[in-house]
């Protein structure tokens, strides 16, 4: 019966490494591809053409503050949804999650008939369209329900009688958020900012149908990468898709580094 | 500060928790509230606090009315059944956490932490989290930070609950130690006698969404008002029958039990209100049962000694008087000079108490009962 229960765990345990091993090697096989695609060549032409390199700043601006946005409104909502109870609470939590299954494309062009001429939202005069603005409202709301809905679940998973420990040591709810909720959500909060600010660093859809692609203006990364791709510039497009990849896995290292390697609720 | 719960009544959906509810408990008293698990006991202490709003009824804390006060109003402190620690504050940190929500400057904090730690015997730990203490340790952390607030009443759910029963001892020692020091109002809910008996000053029993009886930790032993809180106290001979004729408090009354038909004789002076033809239910501690060879006139059945338990220099010997069993607690001396074989159990009139709350049904009689409960201050349910 021993030998029998030993290789089941030995066929168990193979069956694992070796599905994920092919998972792992499948991701290194393309960051190894784009980087022995390109030449030195590619990557110092790309550094010296402006347009590339606004194309860069632009990604990396325009995501870092749709993070900050994200935290900033992503927090409360993530909070509302997790400890209110009220009537609509479950086609609140529908629609915050709507943008997730929703192609981007759709959400850029709801935006783009909100914003546009004679749009709902025409009146309030903001220069949405082709615009960095554009691009930032676009990411947004693309990106920000993974926020939303990781730190939601970070919040709901705080055990009740931790909320009724906190009030009856008379905290308010603000000190609660800040000494207790943030605290003990703080893995969801970096997971969930870390899936934002990817999700906007590679926002497509919803960007090119709301900014549209103005070199020097609103092409960010992705859009340069695809108009490389396109018009036949594949060294460009090949380097930049590197660059991007490197830049993501350097600051998922740096964000997943500050999360605890611990289960806080393990008292 | 004492507390006062008035007609409390409490719904879950169609699930009735508290039915007309009154909860006395006098400023300064450690006070228990005791009673099987699952009669709403945390509930209660959760709706004291000002977690649950009571459906209807009046909840006063020194004569104020706090029904629709919040928690953070009223100055109770609560120490959770499963401790609810803050994971990721250390000890000194968990305990500075409601100082620190009032604001209160760092020198005043670290006052009050040196204060409490020393009180629970923290000061070695302050620096240590909650997953790395053991179970008495994060009891004190519990209590220490409910404490640092200086709260009016402390609110104890079932704090002993989940330790093992040499910390048990221990942290009842230190509880009881506590309330001596700090003189404050306590509430303590469990389900456990020993801990009722040691640590209370008054008890409350939960039955059904009320409270059935409030009494002295003596008095509730030895004169439960209702069966089940004689049951519910361990005790063992209880029996019902009806009435016979009551002359001059000695009152006869008619058992009838499995194969056991008797007439017994209960002499009660201090109950005014027996009414002839009613049933009644009453009691005898197994101490006041005595074991003899000779056969009394009356109150004397034969028995046949079932078992026999060691229990220090007393024996809780079980016998079988005709299909009832009756346990009678004797010293081992005396039941050594016993001829076993030929046993006879005898029931003292004096010894019995009645069971209160099932035969004063007549106006006139509730009236002579409530006045004789004023006299003896005994609260009736």
Sequence with gaps: MKILNKNKSVVFNTTFIVLSSIFFTSIVMIVLTLAFSI???????????????????????????????????????????????????????????????????????????????????????IDIIFTQKGIVLAQLMVAAPFFIKTVRESISAIPENLFEAAAS?????????????????????????????????????????????????????????????????????????????????????????????TNVYQT | MSIRLEHIFKKFGDCPVFNDLNLPVNAGEYHVILGPSGEGKTVLLKTIAGFIRPDRGRIYIHGTDVTMASV???????????????????VHDNIAFGLRAQGCSKKTINLKIDKYAAITGLARYLKKYPATLSGGQKQRVALAR??????????????????DTSLQEEIRLELKQIHHELNMTIIHVTHNKTEAFFLADNISIIHKGKIVQTETPEQLFYKPKSSFVAEFMGITNIFDGRIVR??????????????????????????????????ISFCIHPE??????????????????????????????????????????????????????????????????????????????????????????????
């Design chain 2, 288 to 381: 006041k049962v005595i074991l003899t060879n000779r056969k009394y006139d009356r109150n004397c059945l034969p028995g046949h000694v079932f078992h026999i338990i060691s229990n220090g220099a007393m024996f809780d010997v079980i016998i079988d008087v005709m299909g009832h069993q009756i346990k009678a607690t004797v010293p081992k001396t005396v039941f050594n000079r016993i001829d076993k074989d030929d046993v006879f159990v005898y029931f003292p009139p004096e010894s019995f108490h009645p069971l209160c709350g099932k035969t004063h049904r007549m106006p006139e009689n509730k009236r002579k009962c409530m006045n004789y409960a004023a006299d003896s201050r005994i609260i009736l349910s």
């Design chain 2, 146 to 163: 409910a404490l640092a607030l200086e709260p009016e009443v402390l609110l104890l759910d079932e704090p002993l609950g989940s330790l």
């Design chain 1, 39 to 125: 030449t030195q060549e590619d990557l110092r032409q790309i550094l010296e053409t402006s347009r590339l390199v606004t194309a860069i700043w632009l990604s990396i601006k325009t995501s870092f503050i749709v993070m900050l946005i994200t935290f900033v409104i992503g927090l409360p909502v993530a909070y509302v949804l997790a400890r209110k109870t009220f009537p609509g609470r479950a086609l609140c939590d529908a629609l915050i999650e709507l943008p997730i299954v929703m192609p981007p494309l759709i959400t850029g062009l709801a935006i783009l008939m909100m914003f546009g001429n004679d749009g709902m939202l025409s009146g309030l005069r």
């Design chain 2, 72 to 90: 953070q109003e009223r100055s109770v402190g609560l120490v959770f059944q499963d401790f609810a620690l803050f994971p990721h504050l250390t």
């Design chain 2, 246 to 279: 009551e002359i001059k408090h000695n009152v006869h009354v008619h058992v009838a039990a499995n194969e056991y038909h008797e007439s017994l004789l209960l002499y009660l002076p201090k109950f005014p209100v027996i009414e002839d033809n009613e049933s």
């Design chain 1, 169 to 261: 040591l008379r905290a308010s709810r603000f000190f609660t958020l800040r000494a207790m909720i943030i605290p003990l959500s703080k893995n969801g909060i970096i997971a969930g900012l870390i899936l934002t600010w990817a999700r906007a660093l590679g926002e497509f859809g919803a960007t090119s149908m709301v900014a549209g692609c103005i070199p020097m203006k609103t092409e960010t990364m992705t859009l340069a990468i695809y108009m490389s791709a396109m018009s036949g510039e594949q060294g460009h497009a090949n380097a930049m898709a590197l660059i991007l990849t490197l830049f993501s896995l350097f600051f998922l290292i740096l964000f997943k580094s500050t999360m605890s390697k």
